[in-house]
């Protein structure tokens, strides 16, 4: 691991787009996950296109239909420093 390079950041995501992504990965559609998530499909949409705030109690009924940790939709862009990089 010595000769590891992280690689650079080459675009920014917003917390929509990690919604939109983790779901499409998943190729699920928005009613789909609506139905899984039993958030409305409207409101996925908003929050896809960042015209609603994700929110805490969201992201964590999200996160459990999406099978992924909260902090990777409310914190898309966070990258862990590097002294604490394994």
Do not use: Y
Not at 24 to 37: F, G, H, I, R, V
Not at 46 to 63: C, F, M, P, T, Y
């Amino acid at each position: 691991m010595k000769d590891f390079r992280p690689a650079k950041k080459r675009v920014s995501v917003t917390v929509g787009e990690s919604v939109r992504i983790l779901r499409e990965l998943q190729e699920l559609s928005q009613n789909q996950l609506a139905e899984a998530s039993g958030i409305a499909q409207a409101t996925i949409s908003a929050i896809e296109n960042d015209r609603v705030r994700l929110g805490v109690e969201r992201a964590k009924v999200l996160a459990r239909a999406l099978k992924c940790h909260p902090g990777v939709l409310v914190f898309p862009g966070w990258e862990m420093p590097r002294e604490h990089a394994a």
